[in-house]
């Protein structure tokens, strides 16, 4: 019984494809987040989505979209793929609550060739 | 803006022994979280440790403590008795209670190995 789960969980794929990413959760939780970790290993918040409405977009390129089509899930697309773009892509959820942590998905390993 | 900063960007520490892992953190915020996540080779997240900055007694989980000084701004993670399985990324992060959507502001982190 995964919790919040992400396919693909590796994707390798050619500059200026698109591709997408997708997220779902089973938690019943109702705010989503798409993190970033680079090469080095630093993450970095991407979006968040509370109840299907976006409420954190941090400065990310125009060519990422997410969107959510219900609370459970939050897909993430990216066009025109750049080398700069590879990365680990995670999902995560929490639930109400100031003490509550994030629950990550497994990641997806991109790679850009 | 909120920042966190972790300065051992790798740390050696034989078996069984204790072993801290430094964090330290910046905000103007009066309300907020503070958490301790571990990243095994094969990828995933797994959370370790929460930290409220109200809280009176540092947090403590098995063999997890924060080391919370709120004073000079830290929280360190201490691992005791270490076990070959602790070999692996570790990150704190933070989250502002209030704002930001709940978002979490990660560290650099620290690559523990474990010596047999």
């Known amino acids: 019984d995964t919790a919040v789960s992400q396919t693909p969980k590796y994707l390798v794929t050619q500059m200026g494809n698109d591709k997408s990413i997708k997220c779902e959760q089973n938690?019943?939780?109702?705010?989503m987040y798409w993190y970033k970790q680079d090469s080095k290993k630093f993450l970095k918040i991407m979006f968040s989505?509370?109840?299907?409405?976006?409420?954190i977009n941090e400065t990310v390129p125009n060519r990422f979209s997410p969107k959510s089509p219900d609370k459970a899930h939050l897909n993430l697309h990216i066009n025109s793929l750049e080398l700069g773009d590879s990365a680990v892509y995670f999902c995560?959820?929490?639930?109400?609550?100031?003490?509550?942590?994030?629950?990550f998905g497994p990641g997806t390993r991109l790679l850009v060739l | 803006a909120q920042k966190i900063t972790q300065t051992q960007p790798g740390m050696f520490v034989q078996e069984k022994e204790a072993v801290t892992l430094d964090c330290t953190y910046d905000?103007?915020?009066?309300?907020?979280?503070l958490f301790w996540y571990k990243q095994p080779s094969s990828g995933e997240m797994i959370f370790l440790i929460y930290?409220?900055?109200?809280?009176?007694q540092n947090a403590t989980e098995g063999r997890y403590s924060l080391n919370f000084q709120k004073a000079r701004k830290s929280a360190n993670l201490v691992i005791s008795a270490s076990q070959l399985g602790d070999s692996a990324m570790y990150f704190c992060?933070?989250?502002?209670?209030?704002?930001?959507?709940?978002?979490?502001?990660f560290g650099q982190g620290t690559e523990l190995s474990v010596k047999p």
């Open positions: 995560a959820s929490r639930p109400l609550g100031n003490r509550e942590t994030q629950y």
């Open positions: 938690l019943g939780h109702d705010t």
């Open positions: 989505y509370n109840n299907k409405e976006l409420i």
């Open positions: 905000t103007s915020d009066q309300s907020y979280g």
């Open positions: 930290q409220g900055s109200y809280d009176e």
């Open positions: 992060a933070m989250r502002d209670v209030y704002n930001q959507g709940g978002k979490l502001i």
